[in-house]
């Protein structure tokens, strides 16, 4: 193990990943045309034998190509990896739909286990809530797949507290995955005092606020024509003129620390709860080794306390996605 990454457990599922995931969309889905797939591949092999375990998919990203690249890549290190997966934005045919009918979560479910090769989905999330499906039902056809033996664990993803109370007490939720980051704190209100009480992990996605956390982005930046972050209203060339002041206080306190912006921002994530696992994304062997070097630095709560006053003072511009995609999240 090159770098060397320890263990952090879901909440009290008794699910044990590694302290760092890595979140694969950017591999082959909203990110760009041009990544070469057999470099992704091997991008997810290195990863493990870093030592990380956790890897993050959706039935959605490509749509299938992305599930498909992930299980290309675990096939050799199957029993060293924890895989999770989301179902409810797509059809059985990879159409967009917003649906978590039960028999659409069942029939799309048996696409995700032959594209990832495996016999059982370590954690199935349902990607984002559908209002015209009640929870319950959801959970309850989770729980089926796992008393069928093709699912470990559940998950939801940008769910509300009250949903993720009420699908709880159907089937445990072992994670609720949302984003979260020093630039997007909202489930500090409420998702994460609910996870505390119910004993539930958290799993960021996004926790470098897609890239921008790391300094590498700027006003100037331009994206690939494949590139989501066009249609963000937080990449606007005026928002990110204006938001990176966040950039510039991470890197004149990484500086007295001696660490990068990254580092310093996934740093402070894992110092939030020990069941707090943050999933960033990347194409680039240097940034995985960074990432992960960012798991043995500590901060004081001196530095925290620092971090968390500085970094309310500073106003975000811009909201996370356009209006209606919005809408679907904290629900």
Not at 18 to 45: E, F, K, N
Not at 65 to 88: C, H, M, S, W
Request: some cysteine; overall charge negative.
């Amino acid at each position: 193990m090159e770098l060397g990454l320890k263990k952090r457990v879901l909440g009290t599922s008794g699910l044990e990943v590694s302290t760092l995931g890595l979140g694969c969309m950017g591999m082959s889905y909203h990110r760009s045309t041009t990544i070469d797939r057999d470099a992704a591949i091997a991008l997810i092999r290195k990863a493990v034998d870093i030592g990380v375990t956790f890897f993050d998919t959706a039935q959605t990203y490509g749509p299938f190509t992305n599930e498909q690249l992930v299980g290309d890549a675990i096939a050799p290190v199957r029993d060293q990896v924890v895989v999770a997966t989301k179902f409810g934005e797509v059809d059985a045919t990879g159409q967009p739909l917003l649906s978590s009918r039960p028999e659409l979560i069942k029939q799309t479910t048996e696409g995700s286990l032959a594209r990832l090769g495996v016999e059982t989905i370590d954690l199935l999330y349902q990607h984002r809530v559908d209002p015209e499906v009640p929870i319950e039902e959801v959970a309850g056809a989770v729980k089926d797949l796992i008393e069928q033996g093709k699912v470990r664990y559940f998950g939801l993803s940008e769910a509300g507290a009250q949903t993720v109370r009420r699908a709880h007490a159907v089937q445990p939720v072992t994670a609720v995955q949302s984003e979260y980051s020093l630039w997007w704190r909202r489930p500090e209100e409420q998702v994460l005092p609910v996870c505390e009480e119910l004993g539930i992990g958290f799993v960021a996605y996004s926790p470098l606020g897609r890239g921008f956390l790391t300094g590498a982005i700027d006003e100037h930046t331009t994206f690939d024509s494949a590139d989501n972050r066009n249609s963000l209203p937080r990449f606007t060339v005026e928002a990110r003129k204006a938001n990176w002041a966040l950039v510039d206080l991470l890197r004149a306190i990484g500086e007295r620390k001696g660490t990068t912006p990254a580092q310093l921002a996934l740093t402070w994530l894992l110092a939030q709860r020990p069941w707090i696992v943050p999933i960033p994304g990347t194409t680039k062997l240097e940034r995985l080794q960074e990432n992960v070097r960012a798991t043995a630095i500590e901060l004081t709560s001196d530095d925290l306390a620092e971090l968390d006053r500085a970094t309310y003072e500073i106003p975000i511009v811009g909201d996370r996605y356009p209006g209606e995609a919005e809408q679907m999240t904290n629900r």
